[in-house]
């Protein structure tokens, strides 16, 4: 067989001798075997955890380092205007601690922290977190930035891991130790004793560390801080690359949670970077081990894959019935300003935020949701409470949309996998149509036709169109018409219609005699050589300032079966359109 794609090395090597005879898959050219596991670069804590029997059921605090670990991830870092913005939304959406910059690494972020220092504005319970490296010269540099900030957290890191230790930083695990001694004994003198100042470390490279060390220089450092309940000392154990499943992470801060000394004294805290796109994971399992605060970033921005996505940890809590204690009510206006800002956009399928994550293409998901959101409005009706009170369980939708101010207007979105469902849906929200169940099959197979054609989906605008067209404009134009018509009750249950019938450009003057209006219909069509049996029929009125009423006739037309629909403030108008619609549908076959 000729290779489609040259490039790529189909697995041809042999099937696994243990494998099941279910699972063919062979062994690839993938160089694998250059990768240690995780429990073979560094020693993991004993298995004895508690983490997976515990439940979230308060939010952590949450950190957005968005202006810091995120800005310096960008290819155009943001200048002050969009650093304000970006700050001024997450102070809005409810965040009491913010890491603004890194000063000592360029002008613009010590500018931006004078910026805040400079100004009367920062809300009182919002505390201000700068990141400096562990030399005295960028924590005097450092220093010099935060000088009048009522409130800030001064976060000092360093590598820790064996690789760093041996291939960066050149240092044995006793120079390193000294190294962030010294590095958090000057810190300390210079600006210990100025009020509202709080200190965290990060042994960066953590899930890479040894976990007696960790110990070894966490402990000193909340030692030498002096850190006490009512000035604690914030430790920081980030997953600075992931490299290994969350389980091992939680396992990781479990052991630090049980072991730090003076924890009352410690906030642990948890940095989860994303490079096996588990970050969200690995967040939400450490705190389940103990983490009391995560620093991320809005959607996820970061260096390489990114950091933790603050947003979708706030609404995984959300979704679970737990208050994230911030306000995330209008989704787009955040996704906007973040976008701005970063220069960078969001995913549409990214969780929660995408602009496609409330929408459904599928006919079968359509049809569920369809039903869903019916049965939440009968429910939240029979509670006597509005929609978005009520408990929400609505198939597909894990959140109700409007919880983060979407719309369900692009729930269900239609293209050729839409079902029946969906486009009556669409076509009840928007147009106020109560479409018969077995009208929908038929309809659906018309919207394929359009769709499989095009090559797109249809907007709503475009599927009434499609539906009025094929349903609604044959009654008022076509190879029969009936106009003008009159219908009276001659006597109990008994009805006379009158009309002009022009049946291919030939006018007659008919009337039929019949047990309602629309059975003498059909007796007058039936006295011009048109064959007509009503099988089924449906009204109902479509609201709104104009009244109108929508009827859906089903007939027998020459011995086949038709729909036809009627749109008119008058239902009787509609009813008899519904009727002539059928009969031309069929003319024109």
Request: aromatic share 6%.
């Amino acid at each position: 067989m000729t290779a489609t794609f040259p490039t790529v090395r189909t697995p041809a090597g042999d099937v696994p001798a243990d494998a099941p005879a279910w699972n063919p898959q062979r062994r690839s050219s993938m160089p694998s075997h250059r990768y240690l596991p995780v429990h073979e670069r560094v020693p993991l804590p004993s298995s004895s955890r508690t983490w997976p029997a515990r439940r979230i059921e308060r939010a952590p605090l949450w950190v957005p380092v968005d202006l810091r670990d995120g800005n310096q991830a960008l290819a155009e870092p943001m200048d002050t205007a969009r650093k304000r913005r970006l700050f001024d939304l997450q102070v809005a959406m409810g965040y009491k601690e913010i890491e603004v910059g890194y000063p000592s690494a360029s002008q613009t972020d010590f500018d931006f922290v004078r910026h805040l220092a400079e100004r009367d504005d920062l809300p009182e319970d919002v505390t201000v977190s700068v990141f400096t490296a562990a030399r005295a010269d960028l924590i005097d540099r450092t220093a010099e930035a935060v000088q009048g900030l009522p409130r800030v957290l001064i976060h000092l890191y360093t590598a820790t891991a064996p690789v760093w230790r041996d291939v960066v930083l050149g240092r044995s695990r006793a120079e390193l130790h000294r190294l962030v001694l010294d590095a958090a004994g000057h810190l300390l003198r210079r600006v210990g004793d100025r009020p509202g100042v709080r200190f965290e470390f990060s042994p960066e490279v953590f899930n890479l560390t040894e976990p007696d060390y960790v110990l070894e220089v966490c402990d000193s450092v909340t030692e030498l801080w002096d850190a006490s309940p009512d000035r604690p000392v914030v430790h920081n154990l980030p997953a600075t690359v992931e490299v290994a499943t969350p389980n091992v992470y939680a396992d990781q801060i479990e052991y630090a949670d049980r072991h730090l000394a003076r924890r009352d004294s410690v906030i642990l805290s948890v940095h989860p970077h994303n490079d096996r796109g588990t970050g969200v994971a690995c967040a939400e399992l450490a705190v389940l081990a103990g983490a009391q605060r995560v620093e991320g970033c809005l959607f996820g921005n970061g260096e390489r894959t990114g950091n933790v996505d603050l947003v979708t940890l706030a609404l995984n809590l959300h979704a679970q019935g737990v208050d994230p204690m911030v306000d995330l009510s209008d989704i787009d206006t955040v996704r906007e300003v973040v976008e701005h800002c970063n220069r960078l956009p969001v995913h549409p399928r990214h969780p929660y935020a995408g602009d496609l994550v409330h929408t459904a293409f599928s006919g079968t998901h359509q049809d569920a949701i369809a039903k869903g959101l019916a049965h939440h409005a009968k429910q939240a009706a029979e509670l006597g409470v509005p929609p978005e009170q009520a408990p929400w369980a609505v198939p597909y939708l894990p959140i109700d949309p409007g919880d983060i101010g979407r719309t369900y207007e692009e729930v269900i979105r239609i293209n050729s996998q839409s079902g029946k469902g969906g486009i009556a849906h669409l076509l009840h929200a928007h147009r106020g149509l109560e479409l018969p169940p077995a009208l929908r099959p038929e309809l659906a197979r018309a919207v394929q036709r359009v769709t499989d054609a095009t090559g797109r989906e249809l907007t709503r605008e475009e599927l009434w169109e499609l539906f009025r067209a094929t349903y609604v404009v044959p009654g008022l134009e076509g190879r029969v018409t009936v106009a003008p018509w009159s219908t009276a009750e001659v006597s109990p249950g008994v009805h006379r219609f009158t009309c002009r019938l022009r049946v291919d450009g030939v006018e007659h003057s008919v009337e039929g005699i019949g047990n309602g209006p629309l059975s003498a219909l059909t007796d007058a069509l039936r006295g011009i050589g048109v064959t007509v049996d009503v099988l089924d029929y449906r009204e109902h009125s479509v609201g709104g300032s104009d009244g109108h009423a929508a009827a859906y006739a089903r007939c027998e037309v020459d011995g086949a079966p038709w729909w036809g629909c009627g749109w008119d403030t008058s239902v009787l108008t509609a009813s008899v359109n519904a009727v002539v619609a059928a009969v031309n549908r069929a003319k024109e076959v």
